[in-house]
């Protein structure tokens, strides 16, 4: 299975849509990945590059005085925990690939395509 990046994704600040590019890179290599030990390797990747992309869209978001940023934070926050709980079944070898699937799903369709949508208006004024 994999997880295809569309340019109706972008947003139009080249470092966000980088590293949303790289999520689904990311994703797409965690759901080739086999054993635990390589999915625990995609897990971390996919973790650490989650934590600096929601640093930077935050900061991006601050500066543009963005409302609505406690929302879309919480919801960053809910992501970070659905990841904790795949990291969580790999170790107790429960993960099931729908899981992830529907994880990405949800970024791409709903987060990326509907709340960091918000940002377009104000990214074309900057």
Same mark, same amino acid.
Request: hydrophobic share 40%; glycine share 2%; aromatic share 8%.
């Given at each position: 299975?994999?997880? !295809?990046?569309?340019?109706? $994704?972008?947003?139009?600040?080249a470092? /966000?849509?980088?590293?949303?590019?790289?999520? $689904?890179?990311?994703?797409?290599? $965690?759901?080739?990945?086999?054993g635990?030990?390589? &999915? +625990?390797?995609?897990?971390?990747?996919?973790?650490?590059?989650?934590?600096?992309? $929601?640093? =930077?869209?935050?900061?991006?978001?601050r500066?543009?005085?963005?409302?609505? &940023?406690?929302?879309? =934070?919480?919801?960053?926050?809910?992501?970070? +925990?659905? &990841?904790?709980?795949?990291?969580?079944? /790999?170790?107790?070898?429960t993960?099931? !690939?729908?899981?992830?699937?529907? &994880?990405? +799903?949800?970024?791409?369709?709903?987060? /990326?395509?509907?709340?960091?949508?918000?940002?377009?208006?104000?990214? +074309?004024?900057?």
């Amino acid at each position: 299975m994999q997880i !295809e990046w569309k340019d109706s $994704f972008k947003l139009g600040d080249a470092v /966000i849509d980088a590293q949303h590019q790289q999520l $689904f890179a990311l994703a797409n290599e $965690f759901l080739q990945a086999s054993g635990k030990a390589e &999915l +625990t390797h995609c897990a971390i990747k996919l973790y650490k590059h989650t934590r600096e992309h $929601f640093e =930077v869209e935050e900061s991006v978001m601050r500066k543009l005085h963005l409302p609505g &940023l406690e929302s879309h =934070v919480d919801w960053h926050n809910t992501m970070i +925990t659905r &990841l904790n709980a795949i990291s969580q079944s /790999i170790q107790s070898d429960t993960l099931r !690939e729908q899981d992830l699937v529907q &994880l990405m +799903t949800d970024w791409a369709q709903q987060h /990326i395509l509907v709340q960091d949508a918000e940002l377009i208006p104000y990214l +074309t004024e900057k």
